[in-house]
């Protein structure tokens, strides 16, 4: 693979990586580049994000060196309310790649955290923006801890964060790391794009909590504790709460 400013010998849906030396948020950089018409299947990646962002409007701290940061325009034809699915499916494929890579489990945490141990190795962050006449265009960033000791994390956090090389022992390589969840990435995009989403939903959802899982839902300052009921076909959670018997369905909020 070539290194810094420009193309990569990667690619993804057939388009060359574009690597940046650095930028603010790659999300933001993709979406520019998608109103300019960039292709589906261009991925945006930064060796340095100074400004990135996670879900709930949560900064992302970058440690160059050791995060990897990118992100991927997709222009998919599935329905809008399906979109959240190709998200799991990003969440999904960080998890193989990193098993792949570490020979340890790592899981998806409802609704695109992968952690190893309990503890996240990945943020996932979705955006889309309308396609005009158009599929709309589907912005899909991923932040990586790949090479983080526990102390290049805040102490506030340091508990809560692990990183690839923290889980396998030894030294990863960013580029292997990027490489790796493309290649499944890309599977999960061609499944939705050939044979629907259903066929997405039954891919992704044996990774999420099964029914009958306890958890406890943040829902802003809010905290609640009930039982997983189910995932529904857009990828929502089916929640019931402790002591009550009605199941609502959330389209947001966060596993604890």
Same mark, same amino acid.
């Given at each position: 693979?070539?290194?810094?400013?420009?193309?990569?010998?990667?690619?993804?849906?057939?388009?060359?990586?574009?690597?940046?030396?650095?930028?603010?948020?790659?999300?933001?950089?993709?979406?520019?580049?998608?109103?300019?018409?960039?292709?589906?299947?261009?991925?945006?990646?930064?060796?340095?994000?100074?400004?990135?962002?996670?879900?709930?409007?949560?900064?992302?701290?970058?440690?160059?060196?050791?995060?990897?940061?990118?992100?991927?325009?997709?222009?998919?034809?599935?329905?809008?309310?399906?979109?959240?699915?190709?998200?799991?499916?990003?969440?999904?494929?960080?998890?193989?790649?990193?098993?792949?890579?570490?020979?340890?489990?790592?899981?998806?945490?409802?609704?695109?955290?992968?952690?190893?141990?309990?503890?996240?190795?990945?943020?996932?962050?979705?955006?889309?923006?309308?396609?005009?006449?158009?599929?709309?265009?589907?912005? #899909?960033?991923?932040?990586?801890?790949?090479?983080?000791?526990?102390?290049?994390?805040?102490?506030?956090?340091?508990?809560?964060?692990?990183?690839?090389?923290?889980?396998?022992?030894?030294?990863?390589?960013?580029?292997?790391?990027?490489?790796?969840?493309?290649?499944?990435?890309?599977?999960?995009? #061609?499944?939705?794009?050939?044979?629907?989403?259903?066929?997405?939903?039954?891919?992704?959802?044996?990774?999420?909590?099964?029914?009958?899982?306890?958890?406890?839902?943040?829902?802003?300052?809010?905290?609640?504790?009930?039982?997983?009921?189910?995932?529904?076909?857009?990828?929502?959670?089916?929640?019931?709460?402790?002591?009550?018997?009605?199941?609502?369905?959330?389209?947001?909020?966060?596993?604890?």
């Amino acid at each position: 693979m070539s290194v810094g400013e420009g193309t990569m010998d990667l690619r993804f849906l057939g388009i060359p990586v574009e690597r940046h030396a650095t930028l603010g948020s790659t999300n933001d950089e993709a979406l520019r580049r998608a109103a300019e018409g960039a292709p589906e299947g261009l991925v945006v990646l930064a060796d340095v994000q100074t400004t990135g962002r996670g879900r709930q409007g949560r900064a992302w701290d970058d440690v160059p060196g050791a995060s990897l940061a990118f992100s991927v325009i997709l222009r998919p034809a599935l329905p809008l309310p399906r979109l959240p699915l190709l998200a799991l499916a990003m969440a999904c494929a960080v998890a193989e790649a990193a098993e792949a890579i570490t020979q340890r489990a790592h899981a998806v945490k409802w609704p695109n955290d992968v952690l190893h141990e309990g503890r996240k190795v990945c943020g996932v962050l979705a955006e889309s923006r309308s396609g005009g006449n158009g599929p709309p265009v589907l912005v #899909i960033g991923a932040g990586v801890n790949v090479n983080h000791r526990e102390t290049d994390f805040p102490e506030a956090f340091r508990e809560r964060a692990s990183s690839l090389r923290m889980a396998s022992g030894r030294y990863v390589t960013p580029e292997l790391v990027l490489a790796e969840i493309l290649v499944r990435f890309e599977r999960y995009v #061609i499944l939705g794009r050939d044979l629907g989403g259903d066929a997405l939903w039954g891919a992704v959802v044996g990774r999420l909590p099964t029914p009958g899982t306890r958890v406890t839902v943040r829902q802003g300052e809010a905290r609640v504790e009930g039982v997983v009921e189910g995932i529904t076909e857009t990828g929502a959670l089916r929640f019931r709460e402790q002591g009550h018997d009605e199941v609502v369905v959330l389209a947001a909020g966060e596993l604890l």
